[in-house]
């Protein structure tokens, strides 16, 4: 997993090789999430199993609310296999810095 901040963050999620995970539950991803990312909820039962079935020749750019769980499910990642990148300060700080979401 590496770390970026927003300013880094931005710039990588526009590589057509990277995927945008949003870690957090769908209640939270429905309020507002950063554009091109797909929801896949950490904190449920079925995380390992759906994040199976994803390509790991991608590389992931994860991110959550604050930066806490998406740093659980980049780590969860890297161990089977996956190369994981993950925004420190999660959504909050994307929003802090000014950046877009879509609702």
């Known amino acids: 997993m590496i770390n970026l901040d927003v ?3 931005a710039k990588k ?3 057509k090789n990277v995927v945008v995970l949003d870690v957090r539950t ?3 991803f429905s309020q507002g999430r950063i554009a091109k990312s797909i929801n896949i909820d ?3 039962d079925y995380f390992i199993a ?3 079935g994803l390509n790991k020749d991608a590389q992931y750019a994860i991110y959550c609310r604050s930066g806490k769980r998406s740093v659980d499910a ?4 890297d161990e089977i296999g ?3 990148m993950n925004l420190v300060g999660g959504i909050i700080a994307w ?3 000014n950046n877009e979401i879509i609702i």
């Open 7 to 9: 300013s880094q963050f």
């Open 13 to 15: 999620i526009t590589d």
């Open 26 to 28: 769908p209640a939270e």
């Open 42 to 44: 950490v904190l449920s």
């Open 50 to 52: 759906d994040i199976a």
């Open 74 to 77: 980049a780590t969860a990642m």
């Open 82 to 84: 996956f190369s994981t």
């Open 95 to 97: 929003q802090e810095s």
